[in-house]
């Protein structure tokens, strides 16, 4: 079952707009990363927020975390063409006394020129 | 430090056939995960081994099967190969599970 949902699917946007994107999870959590992709390749690690946290800043990325509703969203602002990927979000699920990472079916972000 | 690196970058095999593929961690890394990657089901984590141990395994079937040696160096291993294999095979280490997952940029089987 998946534990994280992102929401948009997708998104297109012009350079320069800010893009957010929403996920959803189901169980209690430790922390939340986000993770971005370019087409076919390994993930890059973008930014991990912790659940006594409410919110992080990374350069032009803002990250909210709201434990009570199960969600999460990341901003990204002044957006480039380069920022073009696919986002996802991705938590730890206990099950069975194993855990492991969990990913969303991510957020594809196109950003027009 | 140098990233994750992953060997072979590609790969075509057919039905039937074995495969293995490598992973060699960050410096100082003792976890490392594999994912496989298709388009209809996302991101799944296959299994996670820490000093040399598989701590963590995935909802894959047997044929799957992986091991990390004593340099943190991984390997995983799929047997009889079907063609719903066919997927980007993405390998992370980090220091703990829990934590940040850094990724190498991949395996890209082909089972025909």
């Known amino acids: 079952s998946q534990q994280g949902e992102e929401d948009p699917q997708a998104l297109s946007i012009q350079e320069g707009e800010n893009a957010t994107m929403n996920c959803s999870y189901k169980?209690?959590?430790?922390?939340l990363q986000w993770y971005r992709q370019n087409s076919g390749r390994g993930l890059v690690h973008l930014i991990l927020?912790?659940?006594?946290?409410r919110e992080k800043h990374s350069g032009r990325l803002r990250v909210t975390l709201d434990t009570s509703k199960k969600s999460s969203s990341l901003l990204i602002m002044a957006s480039r063409a380069a920022d073009t990927a696919s986002y996802f979000c991705?938590?730890?699920?206990?099950?069975?006394?194993?855990?492991?990472?969990?990913f969303g079916k991510g957020t594809k972000l196109t950003v027009n020129p | 430090k140098a990233g994750v690196t992953q060997t072979p970058r590609y790969l075509i095999k057919t039905r039937g056939q074995q495969v293995t593929l490598s992973c060699s961690p960050i410096?100082?890394?003792?976890?490392v995960s594999w994912y496989q990657q298709t388009p209809g089901q996302g991101l799944q984590f296959l299994f996670e081994?820490?000093?040399?141990?598989?701590?963590n395994k995935g909802n894959f079937p047997g044929r799957f099967s992986g091991r990390q040696f004593s340099n943190s160096r991984s390997e995983m291993n799929v047997s009889t190969l079907e063609l719903g294999d066919s997927a980007l095979y993405l390998c992370?280490?980090?220091?703990?599970?829990?934590?940040?997952?850094?990724f190498g940029p991949g395996t890209r089987l082909l089972v025909l």
């Open positions: 169980t209690s959590i430790n922390n």
């Open positions: 081994y820490f000093s040399e141990t598989q701590r």
């Open positions: 927020i912790r659940s006594n946290e």
């Open positions: 410096s100082g890394h003792r976890s």
């Open positions: 992370a280490s980090s220091p703990w599970v829990r934590e940040t997952q850094y």
């Open positions: 991705a938590t730890i699920l206990a099950q069975g006394g194993s855990e492991k990472l969990v």
